[in-house]
């Protein structure tokens, strides 16, 4: 019975990191100038070409290392991770604002009417110089 270590199936990798960033086949053939069938076969494919790995990455963007190093395990412990850091930080339900919404809004109307102001301004002004110029003429 062998110890070794079974080789990462690549394009296993690039399957699932693919479908966990909902990428369908065709999206990926798109982004990497090949067809759908191609990425298929690579994706069924043990191992892949260094620089089809380079485009695939960039498509997925993704490190390479992402790809040859992904494990589902990992996957799941890392969104684990995020989750607790995420309840326990003012990111949850529980948190509250350390502003006035409302003045936030209103803030934002204010500088939408100056910005209209402005522009109504500027409208006008164009509108007396076209008069000025059909004037002289």
């Given at each position: 019975?062998?110890?070794?270590?079974?080789?990462?199936?690549?394009?296993?990798?690039?399957?699932?990191?693919?479908?966990?960033?909902?990428?369908?086949?065709e999206?990926?053939?798109?982004?990497?100038?090949?067809?759908?069938?191609?990425?298929?076969?690579?994706?069924?494919?043990?191992?892949?070409?260094?620089s089809?790995?380079?485009e695939?990455?960039?498509?997925?963007?993704?490190?390479?290392?992402?790809?040859k190093?992904?494990?589902?395990?990992?996957?799941?412990?890392?969104?684990?991770?995020?989750?607790?850091?995420?309840?326990?930080?003012?990111?949850?339900?529980?948190?509250?604002?350390?502003?006035?919404?409302?003045?936030?809004?209103?803030?934002?109307?204010?500088?939408?009417?100056?910005?209209?102001?402005?522009?109504?301004?500027?409208?006008?002004?164009?509108?007396?110089?076209?008069?000025?110029?059909?004037?002289?003429?």
């Amino acid at each position: 019975m062998s110890t070794t270590a079974k080789p990462k199936h690549i394009g296993r990798n690039i399957s699932r990191i693919r479908e966990l960033k909902g990428m369908k086949q065709e999206a990926l053939a798109m982004a990497i100038g090949v067809t759908q069938q191609t990425v298929s076969n690579l994706e069924a494919s043990e191992t892949v070409e260094e620089s089809k790995l380079v485009e695939i990455a960039k498509a997925l963007e993704v490190s390479v290392e992402a790809i040859k190093n992904f494990s589902e395990e990992a996957v799941f412990n890392y969104f684990n991770t995020f989750n607790e850091a995420v309840s326990g930080s003012n990111f949850g339900p529980q948190s509250t604002c350390t502003f006035n919404p409302l003045d936030k809004v209103v803030e934002l109307y204010e500088r939408l009417v100056l910005a209209e102001k402005e522009l109504v301004k500027a409208e006008k002004e164009k509108v007396e110089y076209l008069e000025k110029v059909l004037k002289g003429k």
